[in-house]
């Protein structure tokens, strides 16, 4: 059965696309089938995978304009799909979209392809409008990235509020599959610091695996091209495979408060 995972978190420059890539690539490797959804309007998952040009996107499937079986395209990493996405997504205005239910689209158009996966990533923008609502609405579970730093927390509580609001709007079975640490600076106290807080906070719901600044990745995106295929020893994308291991195990487990 397909898993439907939301990686989502309202501030922007946390790691969601370098979490959604890392761990969709790493899946792949391990012989799942992935579709990645991009759906930031900025398209940095489509351009990571040096995806440029492409006549059908994630506005297609959002407008209804386009089947999503017609938006969807092969990445440079085997197993590994992508729905791509565009400038064109920040004008879409569901409130002039002729559906009753605007909030499931996305929901309603992934239950026709999901036979194809194992796994469906979605990478959120870094908002709390109508976007991350269809993401929140179509996901199984939520993974939350969080970055060291001051405000990280004061981020992780809005987005949790969200997540209990759909859940009881729209979605009650959504859970959250955890928080993951991501660009963790050993060298920076800081760093230290709002880690172990984040820990004593959500406890075993923050993954044992941390993600740490590593420049392959930020090369890798540069390049186009998957940090486990640019640099497969790295620290990051060993990091990242770690993590999915861990992914697979914490997906089967409801974590409670
Ligand atoms: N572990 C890491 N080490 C170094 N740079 C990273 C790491 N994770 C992300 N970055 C960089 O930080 C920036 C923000 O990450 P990104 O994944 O795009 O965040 P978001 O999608 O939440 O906005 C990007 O330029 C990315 O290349
Ligand atoms: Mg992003």
Redesign the pocket.
């Known amino acids: 059965m397909c898993r439907v995972v939301a990686i989502s ?1 309202q ?9 959604s890539i890392g761990i969709g690539t790493s899946l792949a490797k391990m012989g799942k089938k992935v579709l990645l959804v991009d759906l ?1 309007p900025q398209g ?1 998952c489509t351009k990571a995978f040096g995806i440029e040009k492409f006549n059908k996107s994630i506005s297609n499937v959002l407008s209804q304009s386009s089947s999503i079986k017609r938006t969807i395209k092969k990445t440079i990493m085997p197993g590994c799909d992508i729905i791509p996405s565009d400038l064109s997504l920040a004008f879409l205005d569901s409130s002039k979209l002729n559906n009753p239910h605007p909030e499931s689209i996305l929901k309603n158009a992934l239950s026709e392809i999901e036979y194809k996966y194992d796994y469906i990533l979605i ?1 959120c923008p ?1 908002s709390l409008g109508s976007l991350n609502v269809n993401a929140l609405v179509a996901a199984n579970k939520v993974l939350i ?1 969080v970055q060291c730093e001051f405000f990280a927390l004061e981020g992780v509580t809005q987005i949790l509020a969200t997540i209990s609001n759909i859940k009881e709007k729209y979605n009650p079975k959504i859970e959250i599959l955890g928080f993951l640490i ?2 963790y600076d050993p060298r920076n106290k800081l760093s230290i610091e709002i880690s172990s807080e984040i820990r004593s906070q959500f406890k075993e719901a923050v993954f044992d695996t941390i ?5 392959s ?2 090369e890798s ?1 540069a390049k186009g091209i998957p940090t486990i295929l640019f640099r497969p020893n790295s620290s ?1 994308a060993v990091a990242y495979y770690q993590a999915t291991r861990e992914f697979i195990e914490r997906d089967k487990i409801i974590y409670q408060k």
């Not at 501030?11 to 370098?18: A, I, M, Y």
């Not at 993600?211 to 420049?215: A, H, L, V, W």
């Open positions: 978190n501030k922007g420059g946390v790691g969601k696309t370098t979490t930031d940095n990478d870094p990235p991501s660009m993600i740490p600044r590593n420049i990745i930020p995106q990051g």
